[in-house]
């Protein structure tokens, strides 16, 4: 724990603690040994803390000694309570939400303080009334890379803003199926949102997700894909491209990387009927932006699937300066083409399209997991990016889509 002036960020009082010493233990004894390493004549005339120091001894500390405070509070029964008594018409528009005060106290405080309520656009009303000044979104993060960061979190907080939970790798499409279709039995229009990587999008996820994109589950599901198991130890999966080092896809006397192509995922949802499909790339964020929107709308309506090409330096062996620059490289060799559906339009459209591509040899020689291919290894992926592209091309012709997806 460390606590520091604002104004110029100098530390006057630290505490190493052990990891399982409760965030809100001795917080007063702290309080008052920082006030004592102050330099004579000066003073903490205002307090700052998070809500580990929201506790009754600290507040009356900070009032019978005159300082300002400002600590975050627990969102406890009674301060709900008094959070749900606020008027409407009390709150006012405040940055990227709303803001609102009312006066509180806790049992054993000695005077009531204000308690001023930030209203996010995310949170809602905070309780269960719809508001359309907002949009309502939960978020499902299955076994992998992501939750570590989503439903795991840090320090016993999420690392999101919207609720968020953690499915088996085989059933979140279906668990979003469910909770969407509550939503709309009881009025409510909540957006359904998936963050699973390829393992549980086109392997292990598989039968849930095709089976949802059947039935037009209304969700929008995004694919992170790094081509392969990188949270376990490497392994390869069903998007691992042809050639690739993995963990069990060795390179040897015998074996020389993954001996099949990749899973088209993209264009398997696409033969499912969904509503919309894209494939996106970190290293082209407008063209990301564009699809996450159009994926917000198709989601009102049915199955909304965006791939996204995400690159893992420690699993592909390469540095994490060059992430950007391979991005790029795998766009703009063809390797990863951007494109994306509607099925309301039909036909397959390039959303930055690439008139003069690279040599694959381009992207093939920033990353390590492909430094072993020989000269046929690196002929067969040219040869199938080629291939790829010209299918593409086809499919973004008018009714030539369709016409697969009918026989389909």
């Not at 015998?254 to 001996?259: F, I, N």
């Not at 909304?304 to 991005?327: D, M, N, Q």
């Not at 920033?366 to 990016?385: C, M, N, P, S």
Request: aromatic content about 10%; some cysteine; proline content about 5%.
């Amino acid at each position: 724990m460390v606590g520091h002036l604002a104004e110029n960020g100098l530390i006057v009082g630290d505490e190493f603690r052990e990891g399982n010493v409760a965030p809100a233990s001795r917080n007063l004894a702290f309080i008052k040994y920082c006030v004592r390493q102050m330099p004579k004549g000066e003073r903490i005339t205002a307090l700052r803390s998070d809500s580990a120091a929201y506790q009754a001894d600290s507040i009356n500390y900070c009032e019978e000694n005159g300082i300002y405070f400002a600590i975050g509070a627990d969102l406890d029964t009674s301060v709900l309570t008094a959070i749900e008594a606020i008027p409407e018409d009390d709150w006012k528009p405040y940055k990227n939400g709303y803001i609102a005060e009312t006066i509180h106290c806790m049992e054993k405080t000695e005077e009531a303080f204000r308690l001023i309520v930030i209203r996010r656009p995310y949170q809602g009303t905070l309780f269960s009334e719809e508001d359309e000044r907002v949009k309502y979104t939960v978020i499902a993060t299955p076994p992998g890379c992501i939750p570590g960061v989503g439903a795991v979190g840090f320090n016993g907080v999420t690392g999101t803003k919207t609720p968020v939970f953690h499915p088996l790798l085989t059933n979140t499409a279906a668990m979003l199926a469910g909770i969407r279709r509550y939503y709309n039995r009881i009025g409510r229009d909540v957006t359904m949102l998936a963050f699973a990587g390829d393992g549980g999008a086109a392997d292990v996820g598989f039968q849930s997700l095709s089976g949802a994109a059947e039935r037009g589950e209304q969700m929008i599901f995004i694919c992170v894909d790094n081509e392969g198991y990188m949270n376990t130890g490497v392994q390869r999966s069903s998007t691992t491209p042809y050639g690739a080092w993995t963990s069990t896809t060795p390179v040897g006397t015998v074996l020389r990387g993954k001996s099949r192509d990749a899973k088209p995922m993209a264009l398997l949802m696409v033969m499912h009927n969904c509503e919309y499909v894209a494939t996106a790339c970190m290293a082209f964020m407008e063209d990301y932006y564009a699809k996450l929107e159009k994926a917000l709308e198709a989601a009102k309506r049915g199955m909304a699937y965006i791939h996204v090409f995400s690159p893992c330096p420690t699993g592909w062996r390469f540095a994490p300066s060059k992430l950007i620059e391979v991005s790029r490289k795998a766009v703009e060799t063809n390797m990863v083409p951007l494109w994306e559906y509607e099925e309301k339009i039909g036909n397959i459209r390039f959303t930055h399209t690439v008139e003069n591509p690279l040599p694959v040899t381009a992207y093939l020689s920033l990353i390590g997991k492909y430094h072993h291919l020989d000269d046929e290894q690196v002929a067969h992926i040219q040869r199938k990016t080629d291939e790829r592209v010209e299918m593409l091309n086809k499919f973004a012709q008018e009714g030539e889509m369709k016409g697969i997806r009918d026989v389909a």
